[in-house]
C-alpha cells in the first residue's frame, strides 16, 4: 500500500469534530498528575541557591557547613558536572554558574535535605565568595562600547570586526534594492519600537523527580515539552549513557516554548546521584521569573514606504534583540517573519543578537515573530492612517500568495493569508460601531511551522479498540487530534483509540512540542502507522480467505475482497480480524518513524477594539478576533482554543506584562502581583475564524496552528490604541502608565 | 548542479553572491560541498541550517534529495515555542 504524504480531498467522518477530550475528567477532578505530583519513597527536598547579584565573579564556594547541617544529604555546584559535561555548554552554565553569575537568580549551588525547611536553612550556610562586576540589562545599553561585558569570546564570525562583544550575532534578509524603492513611494515612515521581556507565565512552575539509583540508571519525572530533549541534554551534562536515563513526561501546565529546554533537572539528577536517594525539586514562581527563559526584550527600527493607492514600494528593519546571558534570541526569526505577510520587491531586515544580564531567553510561541510584526504593522497602520486608506484593503492588495518570495528566500506554496483577511472584512466586528475613546486596529501574523523527528506506534487490542503511543507531551490537545486521525485512518469510532504519552524508553526520538508541529508531524506518523496496520489487518484477512493479499482493500473500518479473482467473502471489521489475531500470527501493531517535513506556513489577522480611560489610561478589550489558516481543524475546539490562548498572552504581553529590572539589574516583579497576566474577568470572548486552505503536504492537509496566534496581537493592540488615544504608541507593553504619559505628552 | 540561495549575512562567505552553484545530489552533499567551495560558511553549517526545497523546509533531512529542484534555500536552522 502506497503512503502517499500528499494531501487528497476526502470525507472526513471523525476529523474535524468537535470530540470529548481524553484528558478532562483527570483535570478536573484533580486526578491528573503534574510535575509536583510525582513522589518516591525515600524522597529528599531540593532547593537552589541563587545570585542577588546581576553580574558577579565567583571565587569560590564553601559548602562545608551546609554539608555538616543534620538532614543535608547531598550539595552541588556546577563542580559536580565538570567532569561530565561538554566544554562550553550554555545550557549546563545556565543550569549551574561555572565562574560567574550572570544575571539575578542564575543557580550557583543546590542541596537536597530531608525536608523543605533543612534545605533552606543549608542554602543560608553556603558561603560564596562574589566579586561584584558591573551589568547590564538593557539591549541598547549593552551595544554600547562601553558596556560591561558578559562573555569575552561569544561573538561569531557574522559580527564585524570592531563591533561591541555584547553582540553575538548578526543576520541578514532580503532582496531587492530597498533605497530605489523608498524612492519609489509617495509616503515613507520611519519608526524606533520598543518591546519589554515577556514571561511564557505558563500556571505550573518547573517540577521534577530525578531517582539515580546505584547502578548508573536513573528515572526522571517531570513537566517538559520534550523527554526525548530532556533526556539528551540530561545525559550530556551528566556523563550517562542516553539508555541508562528514562524520562517520563507528566501532564502539563502550560509550556508555550519555555519548557522546551532545562533548567532544574540535570540539577535533580546530579543531587539524586549524589544522595542515592530520590529527589524533588520544584520551582517557586519568584524563580519561574528569575530564572526561566522569558522571551526577548528589543528595539527595533522600521522603514516603509508605500504610494498613495496603497502599494508598499520597500519595507526595511533593524531589530536588536537581547535573549539573556548566552547567545541565541530569536532575532533570525524576526527578521526572517516581519515582513513575511507581504509581496514585496524590495525588502531587507537586518538582526542583532545581544547578551545582558538577564535570564537565558527561552522560546516563547513563535519565538521573536510578535516583535517584528509589532514593528511592520505599526507602520504599515501609521501609512494607511497618514495616507487615507483602508488598513484591510491594503493589506489584501499586497499580501503575500502561493508563488510570492518570501523575505528569507523561499517561494511560498500554497498559503491562506488572503482568506484570512477577507474573513476579517467580512465579519461583523470590522463594522461595529465604535464610540468615544474608542479605536480599531488590524495587524497580520505569520510563523514558519516545522515536522522534524516522530515515532509513533499503534497496537490493535484483541477486543478491536486500539491503544496508540506518541512520544510528545500532549500540550494543546494531541491526545484527542492524534486519537480521532487514528480513528479515521483505521475507519473506527473515535472513543475506541486511547492515546498515550510514551516515555523515553519506548519510542524513537521525538523532537519537542514545538514549531506548531504536532498535529502536523505526529498526525503524519499517527495516519501513516494506522496505514501499516491496516497493511497488516488486510494480510491476516487475505490469509483467512485464501486470496492474495492484494485482493483485500480497507474501508470503513472493515477489510473486504476486491477485485476480479478476491471471490464472495464477507467483510471482516477491526474487531473482528483482532478478536482471531491470536490465531492468525499473533498481536497486530503498526509503527510508523519520520523526519517529518512539509509543514505548511501559517497566517493570521487578528482584529480588536479597545476603550482607553483617559484618567488611568485603563485599556479595555472591547472585541477581539482571531482569522488563522488551520489548513484543515483536526478538533475545532483546540484549533480556537489555540487561537484565543495565543490572542490572550499577546493581549497580556502588549498591555501589561514586562520584566522590570532596577538599577541594581535585579528583577523588581518576580511574582504574578506585580507581573500582571490577564484573567479571564480582564477579557471578552475572543471570536474566533478557522480558515482553511489545506496545506498541500499533508495527507488530512493540517497545519500547525499553536503560535501564530501571537504574532499579530502586540501590533493589533497598539494600533488600535493609538487610533483610540490620537497618537502612534512605539513601546510595548502599553501599561496604563505609559497610556497616561503618552496622553499627557 | 544545484543553484543555493544564500542568506544576506553569509554573503561575505560567498563574495558576496546571493546565489551559488555545487554539485550535490543530496542535501548532505550540498551542504559539505558548499562548505568545501565555501569556508566561511562552515561555521555556520556546523551550528546548524535548514534547507528549504521547492518550498518544504528541512531541518535534519540529509538523504532529501535537491538534484533537479527548482528552488533551494538556505536558512536558519528553525525553532519553535
Given at each position: 500500500?502506497?503512503?502517499?504524504?500528499?494531501?487528497?480531498?476526502?470525507?472526513?467522518?471523525?476529523?474535524?469534530?468537535?470530540v470529548?477530550?481524553?484528558?478532562?475528567?483527570?483535570?478536573?477532578?484533580?486526578?491528573?498528575?503534574?510535575?509536583?505530583?510525582?513522589?518516591?519513597?525515600g524522597?529528599?527536598?531540593?532547593?537552589?541557591?541563587?545570585?542577588?547579584?546581576?553580574?558577579?565573579?565567583?571565587?569560590?564556594?564553601?559548602?562545608?557547613?551546609?554539608?555538616?547541617?543534620?538532614?543535608?544529604k547531598?550539595?552541588?555546584?556546577y563542580?559536580?558536572?565538570?567532569?561530565?559535561?561538554?566544554?562550553?555548554?550554555d545550557?549546563?552554565?545556565?543550569c549551574?554558574?561555572?565562574?560567574?553569575a550572570?544575571y539575578?537568580g542564575?543557580?550557583?549551588?543546590?542541596?537536597?535535605?530531608?525536608?523543605?525547611?533543612?534545605?533552606?536553612?543549608?542554602?543560608?550556610?553556603?558561603e560564596?565568595?562574589?566579586?561584584?562586576?558591573?551589568?547590564?540589562?538593557?539591549?541598547?545599553?549593552?551595544?554600547?562600547?562601553?558596556?560591561?561585558?558578559?562573555?569575552?569570546?561569544?561573538?561569531?564570525?557574522?559580527?564585524?570586526?570592531?563591533?561591541?562583544?555584547?553582540?553575538?550575532?548578526?543576520?541578514?534578509?532580503?532582496?531587492?534594492?530597498?533605497?530605489?524603492?523608498?524612492?519609489?513611494?509617495?509616503?515613507?515612515?520611519?519608526?524606533?519600537f520598543?518591546?519589554?521581556?515577556?514571561h511564557?507565565?505558563?500556571?505550573?512552575?518547573?517540577?521534577?523527580?530525578?531517582?539515580?539509583?546505584?547502578?548508573?540508571?536513573?528515572d526522571?519525572w517531570?513537566c517538559?515539552?520534550?523527554?526525548?530533549?530532556?533526556?539528551?541534554?540530561?545525559?550530556?551534562?551528566?556523563?550517562?549513557?542516553?539508555?541508562?536515563?528514562?524520562?517520563?513526561?507528566?501532564?502539563?501546565?502550560?509550556?508555550?516554548?519555555?519548557?522546551?529546554?532545562?533548567?532544574?533537572?540535570?540539577?535533580?539528577?546530579?543531587?539524586?546521584?549524589?544522595?542515592?536517594?530520590?529527589?524533588?525539586?520544584?520551582m517557586?514562581?519568584?524563580?519561574?521569573?528569575?530564572?526561566?527563559?522569558?522571551?526577548?526584550?528589543?528595539?527595533?527600527?522600521?522603514?516603509?514606504?508605500?504610494?498613495?493607492?496603497?502599494?508598499?514600494?520597500?519595507g526595511r528593519?533593524?531589530?536588536?534583540?537581547?535573549?539573556?546571558?548566552?547567545?541565541?534570541?530569536p532575532?533570525?526569526?524576526?527578521?526572517?517573519?516581519?515582513?513575511?505577510?507581504?509581496?514585496?520587491?524590495?525588502?531587507?531586515?537586518?538582526?542583532?543578537?545581544?547578551?545582558?544580564?538577564?535570564?537565558?531567553?527561552?522560546?516563547?510561541?513563535?519565538?521573536?515573530a510578535?516583535?517584528?510584526?509589532?514593528?511592520?504593522?505599526?507602520?504599515?497602520?501609521?501609512?494607511?492612517?497618514?495616507?487615507?486608506?483602508?488598513?484591510?484593503?491594503v493589506?489584501?492588495?499586497?499580501?503575500?500568495?502561493?508563488g510570492?518570495?518570501?523575505?528569507?528566500?523561499?517561494?511560498?506554496?500554497?498559503?491562506?493569508l488572503?482568506?484570512?483577511?477577507?474573513?476579517?472584512?467580512?465579519?461583523?466586528?470590522?463594522?461595529?460601531?465604535?464610540?468615544?475613546?474608542?479605536?480599531?486596529?488590524?495587524?497580520?501574523?505569520?510563523?514558519?511551522?516545522?515536522?522534524?523527528?516522530?515515532?509513533?506506534?499503534?497496537?490493535?487490542?484483541?477486543?478491536g479498540?486500539?491503544?496508540?503511543?506518541?512520544?510528545?507531551?500532549?500540550?494543546?490537545?494531541s491526545?484527542?487530534?492524534?486519537?480521532?486521525?487514528c480513528?479515521?485512518?483505521?475507519?473506527?469510532?473515535?472513543?475506541?483509540?486511547?492515546?498515550s504519552?510514551?516515555?523515553?524508553?519506548?519510542?524513537?526520538?521525538?523532537?519537542?512540542?514545538?514549531?506548531?508541529?504536532?498535529?502536523?508531524?505526529?498526525?503524519?506518523a499517527t495516519?501513516?502507522?494506522?496505514?501499516?496496520?491496516?497493511?497488516?489487518?488486510?494480510?491476516?484477512?487475505?490469509?483467512?480467505?485464501?486470496?492474495?493479499?492484494?485482493?483485500?482493500?480497507?474501508e470503513?473500518?472493515?477489510?473486504?475482497?476486491?477485485?476480479?479473482?478476491?471471490?464472495?467473502?464477507?467483510?471482516?471489521?477491526?474487531?473482528?480480524?483482532?478478536?482471531?489475531?491470536?490465531q492468525?500470527?499473533?498481536?497486530?501493531?503498526?509503527?510508523?518513524?519520520?523526519?517529518?517535513?512539509?509543514?505548511?506556513?501559517?497566517f493570521a489577522?487578528?482584529?480588536?477594539d479597545?476603550?482607553?480611560?483617559?484618567?488611568?489610561?485603563?485599556?479595555k478589550?472591547?472585541?477581539y478576533l482571531?482569522?488563522?489558516?488551520?489548513?484543515?481543524?483536526?478538533?475545532?475546539?483546540?484549533?480556537?482554543?489555540?487561537?484565543?490562548?495565543?490572542a490572550v498572552?499577546?493581549?497580556?504581553?502588549?498591555?501589561?506584562?514586562?520584566?522590570?529590572?532596577?538599577?541594581?539589574?535585579?528583577?523588581?516583579?518576580?511574582?504574578?502581583?506585580?507581573?500582571?497576566?490577564?484573567?479571564?474577568?480582564?477579557?471578552?470572548?475572543?471570536?474566533?475564524?478557522?480558515?482553511e486552505?489545506?496545506?498541500?503536504?499533508?495527507?488530512?492537509?493540517?497545519?500547525?496552528?499553536?503560535?501564530?496566534s501571537?504574532?499579530?496581537?502586540?501590533?493589533?493592540?497598539?494600533?488600535?490604541v493609538?487610533?483610540?488615544?490620537?497618537?502612534?504608541?512605539?513601546?510595548?507593553?502599553?501599561?496604563?502608565p505609559?497610556?497616561?504619559?503618552?496622553?499627557?505628552? | 548542479?544545484?543553484?543555493?540561495?544564500?542568506?544576506?549575512?553569509?554573503?561575505?562567505?560567498?563574495?558576496?553572491?546571493?546565489?551559488?552553484?555545487?554539485e550535490?545530489?543530496?542535501?548532505?552533499?550540498m551542504?559539505?560541498?558548499?562548505?568545501?567551495?565555501?569556508?566561511?560558511?562552515?561555521?555556520?553549517?556546523?551550528?546548524?541550517?535548514?534547507?528549504?526545497?521547492?518550498?518544504?523546509?528541512?531541518?535534519?533531512?540529509?538523504?532529501?534529495?535537491?538534484?533537479?529542484?527548482?528552488?533551494?534555500?538556505?536558512?536558519?536552522?528553525?525553532?519553535?515555542?
Amino acid at each position: 500500500m502506497a503512503l502517499d504524504d500528499r494531501f487528497h480531498n476526502r470525507d472526513f467522518k471523525v476529523v474535524g469534530n468537535r470530540v470529548t477530550r481524553p484528558d478532562g475528567i483527570d483535570k478536573v477532578t484533580g486526578r491528573a498528575r503534574f510535575g509536583a505530583d510525582m513522589t518516591a519513597p525515600g524522597m529528599l527536598i531540593a532547593k537552589v541557591l541563587r545570585s542577588p547579584h546581576a553580574h558577579a565573579r565567583i571565587n569560590g564556594i564553601d559548602t562545608s557547613k551546609a554539608e555538616a547541617l543534620p538532614g543535608v544529604k547531598a550539595v552541588v555546584t556546577y563542580a559536580d558536572f565538570a567532569s561530565a559535561h561538554a566544554p562550553d555548554d550554555d545550557n549546563l552554565v545556565n543550569c549551574m554558574a561555572k565562574d560567574k553569575a550572570l544575571y539575578d537568580g542564575h543557580a550557583v549551588a543546590a542541596v537536597a535535605a530531608i525536608s523543605t525547611a533543612v534545605a533552606r536553612k543549608a542554602l543560608k550556610l553556603i558561603e560564596v565568595d562574589y566579586e561584584v562586576l558591573p551589568h547590564v540589562t538593557d539591549v541598547d545599553e549593552a551595544m554600547k562600547p562601553d558596556a560591561p561585558v558578559l562573555h569575552e569570546d561569544a561573538q561569531d564570525e557574522s559580527v564585524p570586526a570592531g563591533t561591541p562583544k555584547n553582540v553575538v550575532r548578526r543576520y541578514e534578509f532580503g532582496h531587492g534594492d530597498v533605497d530605489a524603492g523608498f524612492a519609489q513611494a509617495d509616503k515613507v515612515i520611519e519608526r524606533s519600537f520598543r518591546t519589554e521581556a515577556a514571561h511564557q507565565g505558563y500556571i505550573e512552575p518547573h517540577a521534577c523527580l530525578a531517582s539515580y539509583g546505584s547502578d548508573g540508571r536513573a528515572d526522571l519525572w517531570c513537566c517538559t515539552q520534550g523527554q526525548y530533549a530532556v533526556r539528551a541534554m540530561c545525559a550530556g551534562m551528566l556523563g550517562m549513557q542516553a539508555s541508562d536515563l528514562r524520562v517520563t513526561a507528566s501532564e502539563i501546565g502550560g509550556g508555550f516554548g519555555g519548557k522546551t529546554t532545562v533548567f532544574i533537572e540535570p540539577v535533580a539528577l546530579a543531587l539524586s546521584r549524589k544522595a542515592g536517594k530520590p529527589v524533588k525539586l520544584v520551582m517557586e514562581r519568584s524563580e519561574v521569573f528569575r530564572a526561566s527563559g522569558p522571551t526577548a526584550s528589543t528595539s527595533i527600527d522600521c522603514k516603509i514606504g508605500m504610494t498613495k493607492d496603497g502599494r508598499i514600494t520597500a519595507g526595511r528593519a533593524e531589530l536588536r534583540y537581547q535573549g539573556g546571558a548566552f547567545p541565541g534570541s530569536p532575532v533570525e526569526f524576526g527578521a526572517m517573519s516581519g515582513f513575511a505577510p507581504y509581496d514585496l520587491e524590495n525588502v531587507q531586515a537586518i538582526g542583532w543578537d545581544v547578551v545582558t544580564n538577564r535570564p537565558k531567553q527561552a522560546a516563547y510561541r513563535a519565538p521573536g515573530a510578535p516583535m517584528a510584526a509589532y514593528a511592520v504593522e505599526s507602520v504599515i497602520d501609521e501609512l494607511c492612517q497618514e495616507l487615507g486608506l483602508d488598513p484591510l484593503e491594503v493589506r489584501i492588495r499586497n499580501c503575500a500568495h502561493e508563488g510570492t518570495l518570501s523575505p528569507y528566500g523561499v517561494t511560498y506554496p500554497k498559503i491562506g493569508l488572503e482568506e484570512t483577511l477577507k474573513a476579517v472584512q467580512s465579519h461583523p466586528n470590522w463594522t461595529a460601531p465604535l464610540g468615544p475613546n474608542q479605536g480599531r486596529g488590524v495587524a497580520c501574523g505569520f510563523w514558519f511551522n516545522f515536522g522534524g523527528n516522530t515515532c509513533v506506534s499503534l497496537n490493535i487490542d484483541e477486543d478491536g479498540t486500539v491503544s496508540l503511543s506518541t512520544g510528545n507531551p500532549d500540550i494543546g490537545g494531541s491526545r484527542a487530534s492524534m486519537s480521532q486521525m487514528c480513528a479515521e485512518e483505521l475507519g473506527i469510532p473515535y472513543d475506541r483509540v486511547r492515546c498515550s504519552i510514551a516515555d523515553t524508553s519506548l519510542l524513537g526520538y521525538n523532537d519537542v512540542t514545538d514549531g506548531s508541529r504536532v498535529t502536523f508531524a505526529v498526525g503524519l506518523a499517527t495516519i501513516k502507522a494506522a496505514q501499516d496496520a491496516i497493511k497488516k489487518m488486510c494480510g491476516r484477512a487475505a490469509a483467512i480467505w485464501g486470496i492474495p493479499e492484494d485482493a483485500v482493500e480497507w474501508e470503513d473500518g472493515c477489510a473486504k475482497p476486491a477485485g476480479p479473482n478476491a471471490g464472495e467473502h464477507p467483510p471482516m471489521s477491526l474487531a473482528e480480524i483482532a478478536a482471531v489475531s491470536s490465531q492468525t500470527g499473533g498481536p497486530i501493531a503498526g509503527h510508523y518513524e519520520c523526519n517529518a517535513d512539509g509543514a505548511g506556513v501559517s497566517f493570521a489577522t487578528h482584529l480588536v477594539d479597545v476603550e482607553i480611560d483617559p484618567e488611568t489610561g485603563f485599556t479595555k478589550v472591547l472585541r477581539y478576533l482571531v482569522a488563522q489558516d488551520a489548513g484543515k481543524a483536526v478538533n475545532p475546539d483546540y484549533v480556537e482554543g489555540q487561537f484565543q490562548g495565543g490572542a490572550v498572552q499577546g493581549i497580556g504581553w502588549s498591555l501589561n506584562e514586562e520584566y522590570i529590572y532596577g538599577e541594581d539589574g535585579r528583577l523588581q516583579n518576580a511574582g504574578f502581583l506585580d507581573y500582571r497576566i490577564p484573567v479571564a474577568s480582564d477579557l471578552p470572548m475572543i471570536d474566533t475564524v478557522i480558515v482553511e486552505v489545506p496545506n498541500p503536504g499533508h495527507p488530512y492537509g493540517v497545519r500547525g496552528v499553536g503560535e501564530t496566534s501571537i504574532v499579530p496581537p502586540l501590533a493589533a493592540i497598539s494600533n488600535a490604541v493609538s487610533h483610540a488615544i490620537g497618537k502612534r504608541m512605539t513601546q510595548i507593553p502599553m501599561s496604563p502608565p505609559r497610556i497616561v504619559e503618552a496622553l499627557e505628552g | 548542479m544545484v543553484r543555493v540561495k544564500i542568506w544576506g549575512s553569509l554573503r561575505t562567505a560567498t563574495g558576496g553572491a546571493e546565489e551559488v552553484e555545487v554539485e550535490a545530489r543530496t542535501i548532505r552533499d550540498m551542504l559539505n560541498a558548499l562548505a568545501e567551495a565555501h569556508p566561511g560558511l562552515a561555521p555556520q553549517i556546523d551550528r546548524g541550517v535548514s534547507v528549504s526545497v521547492d518550498g518544504a523546509i528541512y531541518r535534519d533531512s540529509w538523504l532529501t534529495p535537491v538534484e533537479g529542484a527548482k528552488e533551494v534555500v538556505l536558512l536558519p536552522r528553525l525553532a519553535g515555542g
